[in-house]
Nanobody
Framework: QVQLVESGGGTVQAGGSLRLSCAGS????????MGWYRQATGTQRELVAT???????NYADSVKGRFTISRDNAKNTVYLQMHSLQPEDTAVYYC????????????????WGQGTQVTVSS
């Protein structure tokens, strides 16, 4: 079974930093685009950042200049380095990946991690 497991969440004071990690495991042939999404209480899930297999990135306007997404293809892992965190960044952060599980089937499916809580106190 394919799994995406996030780690690195926690509670920090405003202005602090956190680094989230998401590692894919299981029957993975290849991982294409990966990304981070977040959902604050009472809101819809929103895109934070994405990264292609080749390293091209895209960020939500609200995090540009503060967050950096990166990946290690050899480790099937995507990272989100977060600086200058503010209370409005408080949310559950979810890892997402477009994964091909077998070469023969060549079917790409979108997978989600279980989420990790990030809380920023003022």
């Amino acid at each position: 079974q394919v799994q995406l497991v996030e780690s690195g969440g926690g509670t920090v004071q405003a202005g602090g930093s956190l680094r989230l990690s998401c590692a894919g495991s299981g029957s993975i042939f290849s991982i294409n685009a990966m990304g981070w999404y977040r959902q604050a209480t009472g809101t819809q899930r929103e895109l934070v950042a994405t990264i292609t297999r080749g390293g091209s990135t895209n960020y939500a306007d609200s995090v540009k200049g503060r967050f950096t997404i990166s990946r290690d293809n050899a480790k099937n892992t995507v990272y989100l380095q977060m600086h200058s965190l503010q209370p409005e960044d408080t949310a559950v952060y979810y890892c997402n990946a477009d994964i091909v599980t077998t070469r023969i089937l060549n079917t790409e499916l979108s997978y989600w991690g279980q989420g990790t809580q990030v809380t920023v106190s003022s």
